[in-house]
């Protein structure tokens, strides 16, 4: 077999492990309540259901985590990316010292573990009442994915011409009208990939949501789901169907935009 074939195969297996338990949750959550872990022959005749997901709307209110999210996880993008967006630029065109030790000390930031800081914010934020509130989450989230935005949107400005940029300056544009009418639509796909993995950070993240929010009235959807209670036991094909409607948006929106956001995750690490 050639090294053509076995690349192929190893991708084939890579995506079915992948995918593989994604679909299997998708499908237990329109089995039964008892066939859900029933194990496999199953007796009997296999029947669907939607029970799971009537309950998720009916009786858990499901709709409102999902709102949060979508609030938390847009306001977040929309603040970090145009800041990141002015910052990467500055870094990847104006003269300054040390550009590289200030990079590296902002990934470093995006990389530093959050149980570490979950107590001072949360004595922070509770001093200032903004504890179970939208911008409680929204300023943790900013502070952490804003320096992966610059580090990634830097890449991109460094790999654009300056041919453009420098023609318009000298027809008297501003700096401020270079960056909006010149570099921004040149850049549309760099904006676009690190908005998605900053939407995609936000509305998967757990333990600052678990940690800020006091009630359902701000909860995220990871945050519900891992709250799921009966009065006996864990209704898992509730959980299952839960898990398969937050896992929705993030499998289309991956699909949809995955060589962006792959050219974003690779134009970041490069001319460093």
């Known amino acids: ?13 890579l995506v079915v492990g992948l995918l593989g338990p994604i679909a299997g ?6 089995l039964p ?17 939607t029970e799971h997901y009537a309950a998720l709307i009916e009786e858990r209110g499901f709709l ?7 609030i938390v996880a847009t306001a977040t993008t929309l603040v970090a990316v145009p800041c990141a967006t002015l910052c990467a630029y500055a870094l990847a065109r104006l003269p300054m010292r040390g550009k590289g030790v200030l990079l590296a000390l902002l990934l470093a930031v995006s990389m530093f573990p959050q149980i570490s800081i979950v107590a001072p914010l949360f004595l922070v934020l509770r001093n200032i009442g903004l504890l179970d509130t939208f911008p409680g989450l929204v300023l943790p989230y900013v502070t952490f994915t804003t320096p992966l935005a610059v580090w990634l949107l830097t890449g991109f400005f460094r ?3 300056r041919d453009l940029e420098d023609a318009a300056r000298m027809d008297g544009a501003s700096r401020l009208r270079v960056i909006r009418d010149v570099v921004l639509p040149v850049a549309a796909p760099g904006l676009a ?6 939407f995609l950070y936000c509305w998967n993240e757990f333990l600052f949501a678990l940690s800020f929010t006091l009630g359902p009235e701000h909860q995220t959807v990871p945050v519900a ?7 006996y036991q864990i209704p898992w094909g509730q959980v299952l169907a839960a898990a398969s409607i937050a896992t929705l948006p993030v499998v289309a929106i991956v699909l949809a935009f995955q060589r962006r956001i792959v050219a974003g995750l690779t134009a970041g690490a490069v001319k460093g």
């Open 33 to 49: 309540e008892t066939r859900v872990f029933g194990g496999f022959p199953w007796t009997g005749p296999l029947t669907l259901t």
């Open 64 to 70: 409102l985590p999902i709102r949060n999210s979508l």
């Open 193 to 198: 990939s690190t908005a998605i993995l900053t």
């Open 225 to 231: 789901i891992a709250l799921f209670r009966g009065r």
């Open 159 to 161: 790999q654009l011409p």
């Open 25 to 30: 949750m998708m499908a237990a959550s329109l």
């Open 1 to 13: 077999m050639s090294a053509h074939h076995l690349a192929r195969v190893a991708a084939i297996v």
